[in-house]
C-alpha cells in the first residue's frame, strides 16, 4: 500500500514537471514571435478636432459694419457765387424756433434781367443729398400769397474739363401758409446752385433745417 502511494505521488510530480517546461517552453516561443521590446497593442485613440471658440469668448470680430452717414448744415459750406444774393432772418421771424439758422436768398427785382438769384456752394463730391423746406416770406399783406420757385442744380466737372449742369430737384408752389420740403441728389457733384424765382420782389425765401449728408 505504502509502495503504491509513492508510485503515485512520482507520477503526479513527473506530469507536473511536463506541464511546467511545456508552460516555460510557450513562454519562449511567444516571446521569440513577439520580438523583445515590443510594446503590447493598446486601444486607438479617436483623433479629436480642434475646439471650436467659446461663445463667452469670442475670437475677433473682423467684419465691418457700415458707417452711418453723417450730416451737416448747408451755411457751414463755403459759397462759390452768389454771397451777395443772401440775407438775414426778417426780424418779423425772429426768434421763431422753426426759422433755427436759416438760409435766407432775397427775391429779384423781376425787372430787366433781375429774374432769379443763384447762390452757388461748394460740394467737391463730398456730398450725398439735401434736404431742406422752402418757407417764402413777403412782408405786405397783398403778396402773402406769392409763391416760389427753388432749383438745386449741381455742376459735374467732367474728365475732359469740361463742365455739365443738372436740375436735380426743385420745388414750384410754396407759400408763406403752405411751406414745401426740397430735396435734391448730390452724388459726384462738384458744386450745388440754389435758384431761386419770386411771384413778387422785395420778399425772400427761407430755407430751414438745410442739411447736405456726407457719405
Do not use: H
Request: net charge neutral; charged share 25%; aromatic share 6%.
Amino acid at each position: 500500500m505504502p509502495a503504491r502511494r509513492g508510485a503515485q505521488v512520482a507520477v503526479a510530480l513527473t506530469v507536473l514537471g511536463v506541464l511546467i517546461a511545456a508552460a516555460a517552453l510557450a513562454r519562449d516561443v511567444f516571446d521569440w514571435k513577439v520580438g523583445p521590446g515590443r510594446p503590447a497593442a493598446s486601444a486607438s485613440t479617436p483623433e479629436t478636432e480642434p475646439a471650436a471658440p467659446s461663445r463667452a469668448n469670442p475670437g475677433p470680430d473682423t467684419s465691418t459694419s457700415p458707417v452711418p452717414a453723417r450730416s451737416v448744415r448747408l451755411d457751414t459750406l463755403a459759397v462759390e457765387a452768389g454771397a451777395a444774393y443772401l440775407g438775414k432772418l426778417p426780424r418779423q421771424l425772429a426768434g421763431q424756433p422753426e426759422y433755427d439758422r436759416p438760409v435766407v436768398i432775397g427775391c429779384p427785382t423781376n425787372a430787366g434781367a433781375d429774374k432769379q438769384r443763384d447762390v452757388t456752394y461748394r460740394l467737391q463730391r463730398r456730398y450725398l443729398d439735401l434736404t431742406s423746406t422752402v418757407r417764402p416770406f413777403f412782408s405786405s399783406d397783398d403778396e402773402r400769397d406769392g409763391i416760389v420757385l427753388v432749383y438745386a442744380q449741381v455742376a459735374i466737372r467732367q474728365k475732359d474739363g469740361t463742365i455739365t449742369r443738372v436740375t436735380r430737384g426743385q420745388q414750384f408752389d410754396a407759400r408763406m401758409d403752405n411751406p414745401q420740403k426740397l430735396v435734391a441728389d448730390l452724388e459726384g457733384a462738384d458744386e450745388l446752385t440754389l435758384r431761386v424765382q419770386c411771384k413778387y420782389p422785395g420778399g425772400s425765401v427761407i430755407l430751414t433745417d438745410a442739411m447736405v449728408s456726407a457719405g
